[in-house]
C-alpha cells in the first residue's frame, strides 16, 4: 500500500500539518519535532506526493531542455554541465530532442508545458514565430547559440565568430596559406558564425586568395566525406580547418585512408574541443568552448529568471573561447624548423 503523509502524522504523533511543514522545510516546528518526523517518514519510506505539492506550490523543481540532438560528446557535456548546476538549486531535468524538424521540436515543447518551471532551448528550428505559437510567455527561457534577439528572451552564445577568425590566424602563423574549411549545417547559427569568421580572417590575412569551403553537417561522416573531396581536388591544402571536432575526426581518417601523415603533410584543427579531442593521434587543435560551462552558464540564468523574472529575462550573454594547440595544426614543426622555442600547449 502507498504510505500517506497521514501515515507519517500518526506514526511521529503529530498533525499532517506539522508534517507538511518539516518535510517541505517551512518551519513552524521544533527541531526535535522535525527530527521525530523526518525519522518516522524514513521508517515508513514515504516519498511527497510531487504533483500534489506542485499544486500548492506552483513549482515543479524541474527544468527543461530542447536540443537538436542527444547523441555525441557535445551533447553529453551540455547536459553534464546542465544538471550539475540544476542539481546545484535542487531541480531535475527534464531533456528532449528535436532533430526531426519544426513539428517535432513544438510537440517537445508542447509536452514539458506544466511539467517544467523554465525550459533551457538550442533548436535551429527556433524562431520568433515558433516561440510565440509554443512557448507559455510566462514560463522563463534561456535561448542558447541563437541568433534571436527579441528583447523578450534571455540569449546565451558561444564567441564563434572570435574563436574561429583566432585559429584561422594562428594557422597562417605557422606558415598554412592553403586552408579549407569545413562547414557545418547550412541552418545552424553556430555553423553560419564560424563560416563568417573564416571568411573575415582570409579576407584580411590573405586578401588575394580564394576561400576553398566544403559543405559539412556536424557529423563525423560528413568530415569524411570532405576529407576525401579535398584530396581529390587538382590542388591539396595545407591545412583543413573543420567547424566542429566530430567533422575533423572524419577529415583524419581520410587523410589516413590516403596515407598521409598529420600534420606533416596536411594540418587539421577543429572547433568545440570535445573531451575525445586530446585523444586522437595526433591530439587535436581546436577551438576550445567550455562546453560543461555553456551549461552550467545557461543553467544558472534561467534559474535567476525563476527565482526573480522581470526585465534581466531579455539579456544576452556571450561565451568566449579560446585556441587550443596541439600536435595536429604542425604549429611544433614550424617552431622547430625556425629554431624557436616550443610555448606549452594544453595536452
Do not use: W
Amino acid at each position: 500500500m502507498t504510505v500517506t503523509i497521514k501515515d507519517v502524522a500518526r506514526e511521529a504523533k503529530v498533525s499532517v500539518a506539522s508534517v507538511s511543514r518539516a518535510l517541505n522545510g517551512a518551519g513552524g516546528v521544533t527541531t526535535a519535532t522535525e527530527k521525530r518526523i523526518r525519522e518516522a517518514a524514513a521508517r515508513l519510506r514515504y516519498v511527497p506526493h510531487g504533483a500534489a505539492r506542485s499544486l500548492i506550490t506552483r513549482r515543479t523543481h524541474t527544468i527543461g531542455a530542447l536540443l537538436p540532438d542527444l547523441h555525441g560528446e557535445f551533447f553529453s557535456e551540455l547536459i553534464r554541465g546542465i544538471d550539475q548546476k540544476a542539481r546545484a538549486h535542487g531541480l531535475h531535468l527534464l531533456v528532449s530532442s528535436a532533430h526531426d524538424g519544426v513539428d517535432d521540436a513544438a510537440a517537445a515543447l508542447r509536452a514539458m508545458q506544466g511539467r517544467v518551471d523554465g525550459i533551457l532551448i538550442l533548436s535551429s528550428r527556433v524562431d520568433e514565430a515558433f516561440l510565440k505559437a509554443n512557448l507559455p510567455q510566462d514560463l522563463p527561457a534561456v535561448l542558447l547559440n541563437s541568433p534571436l534577439e527579441d528583447g523578450t528572451h534571455a540569449v546565451l552564445n558561444i564567441d564563434n565568430f572570435a574563436g574561429t577568425y583566432a585559429m584561422v590566424r594562428h594557422l597562417l602563423g605557422v606558415g598554412h596559406e592553403r586552408i579549407a574549411f569545413v562547414t557545418g549545417p547550412k541552418d545552424n547559427f553556430d555553423a553560419q558564425q564560424r563560416e563568417q569568421g573564416f571568411r573575415a580572417a582570409m579576407a584580411e590575412f590573405m586578401p588575394n586568395a580564394s576561400p576553398r569551403i566544403v559543405a559539412g553537417d556536424f557529423t563525423e561522416r560528413s568530415g569524411l566525406r570532405a576529407g576525401r573531396e579535398l584530396l581529390a581536388a587538382k590542388s591539396r591544402p595545407q591545412a583543413v580547418f573543420a567547424a566542429n571536432d566530430m567533422m575533423a575526426v572524419g577529415c583524419l581518417q581520410a587523410f589516413r585512408e590516403a596515407g598521409l601523415d598529420v600534420p606533416g603533410d596536411i594540418a587539421l584543427a577543429g572547433f568545440d574541443d570535445i573531451p575525445i579531442a586530446r585523444y586522437v593521434a595526433p591530439p587535436l587543435s581546436t577551438v576550445r568552448v567550455r562546453i560543461a560551462d555553456l551549461g552550467r552558464n545557461a543553467m544558472e540564468l534561467l534559474a535567476d529568471l525563476i527565482e526573480r523574472p522581470g526585465p534581466s529575462a531579455a539579456s544576452v550573454h556571450t561565451l568566449g573561447c579560446d585556441i587550443v594547440v596541439r600536435d595536429s595544426c604542425g604549429a611544433h614543426l614550424a617552431r622547430n624548423a625556425s629554431g624557436g622555442n616550443r610555448r606549452s600547449s594544453d595536452p
